[in-house]
């Protein structure tokens, strides 16, 4: 069960896809969620629930902000497993790549079709009448920030605790999903829902799952190729694995 073998099945696939996590962007300088210094081992977990944004929207903007200059920060740079997820992409062998990722580094790696399951932390989203609006225009402003065309509360584009997921990226992601031949996952502990039922519901339906990840994760039981790697490792050598195929 080597990368060559890896690569082989994704090539053979026809139509392959990518699901992320945190753990591709780590070597960007963002932390991951639930590893010892991930967000949630320095930041509470309850303060960036949709209750708390609903009933303090000021006291949430405070620490979202907080966490933002942590996470997000200026001149964050792709790195090589994103730019290997695009090389793939580039080549026919990924339809796409599903993120639980906000930070943009698919695209900015020049992944072209990217799902974004949890929204986009680099943007804001009024609660009313839905416009959008850059998270750079309500930096330095008076906290909670509104929407100038209609007062409403503006929300980080993100999806908060307690937030379905948004509708249309569900509906894209489920449509990779069932086309593809394999199933291609890095850098997630696949343990949120509903992310974590896509790789889970096309392994029950016999489509070939790859894991690249540190760690085990809650599907390695069912995989087919489970590498205990780091992705800007493995990723990269994939790459190389499919071109010699
Ligand atoms: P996690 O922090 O749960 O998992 C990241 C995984 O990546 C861990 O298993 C790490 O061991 C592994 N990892 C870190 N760096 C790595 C590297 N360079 N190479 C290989 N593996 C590495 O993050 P996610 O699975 O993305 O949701 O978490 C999913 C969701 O939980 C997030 O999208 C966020 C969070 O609550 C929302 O905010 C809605
Ligand atoms: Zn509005």
């Given at each position: 069960?080597?990368?060559?073998?890896?690569?082989?099945?994704?090539?053979?696939?026809?139509?392959?896809?990518?699901?992320?996590?945190a753990?591709?962007?780590?070597?960007?300088?963002?932390?991951?969620?639930?590893?010892?210094?991930?967000?949630?081992?320095?930041?509470?977990?309850?303060?960036?629930?949709?209750?708390?944004?609903?009933?303090?929207?000021?006291?949430?903007?405070?620490?979202?902000?907080?966490?933002?200059?942590?996470?997000?920060?200026?001149?964050?740079?792709?790195?090589?497993?994103?730019?290997?997820?695009?090389?793939?992409?580039?080549?026919?062998?990924?339809?796409?790549?599903?993120?639980?990722?906000?930070?943009?580094?698919?695209?900015?790696?020049?992944?072209?079709s990217?799902?974004e399951?949890?929204?986009?932390?680099?943007?804001?989203?009024?609660?009313?009448?839905?416009?959008?609006?850059?998270?750079?225009?309500?930096?330095?402003?008076?906290?909670?920030?509104?929407?100038?065309?209609?007062?409403?509360?503006?929300?980080?584009?993100?999806?908060?605790?307690?937030?379905?997921?948004?509708?249309?990226?569900?509906?894209?992601?489920?449509?990779?999903?069932?086309?593809?031949?394999?199933?291609?996952?890095?850098?997630?502990?696949?343990?949120?829902?509903?992310?974590?039922?896509?790789p889970?519901?096309?392994?029950?339906?016999?489509t070939?799952?790859?894991?690249?990840?540190?760690?085990?994760?809650?599907?390695?039981?069912?995989?087919?190729?489970?590498?205990?790697?780091?992705?800007?490792?493995?990723?990269?050598?994939?790459?190389?694995?499919?071109?010699?195929?």
């Open positions: 069960r080597t990368l060559r073998f890896a690569a082989g099945a994704l090539a053979d696939a026809g139509s392959a896809v990518a699901m992320t996590g753990g591709v962007s780590t070597a960007s300088g963002i932390p991951d969620f639930r590893g010892p210094d991930g967000v949630w081992a320095r930041y509470d977990a309850e303060d960036f629930h949709i209750s708390r944004f609903e009933a303090d929207p000021a006291g949430f903007w405070a620490d979202r902000l907080d966490l933002v200059d942590d996470l997000l920060g200026e001149g964050r740079e792709p790195n090589a497993a994103h730019e290997a997820l695009a090389a793939l992409e580039r080549e026919g062998v990924l339809e796409g790549v599903v993120t639980q990722n906000v930070d943009g580094l698919h695209q900015a790696a020049g992944s072209e990217v799902v399951l949890h929204g986009n932390g680099e943007h804001v989203v009024c609660v009313d009448c839905g416009a959008r609006d850059a998270l750079d225009a309500v930096r330095d402003g008076d906290l909670p920030p509104r929407c100038p065309a209609c007062d409403g509360l503006y929300k980080p584009d993100v999806v908060l605790f307690g937030e379905q997921l948004p509708e249309y990226a569900w509906y894209r992601a489920h449509a990779m999903a069932q086309n593809a031949g394999a199933f291609l996952v890095a850098g997630s502990s696949l343990s949120v829902e509903p992310a974590a039922s896509l889970r519901e096309a392994a029950a339906r016999g070939t799952l790859l894991l690249v990840n540190h760690e085990r994760t809650a599907l390695s039981g069912r995989a087919e190729y489970d590498f205990r790697a780091d992705v800007t490792e493995a990723l990269p050598a994939l790459v190389d694995a499919v071109r010699d195929y």
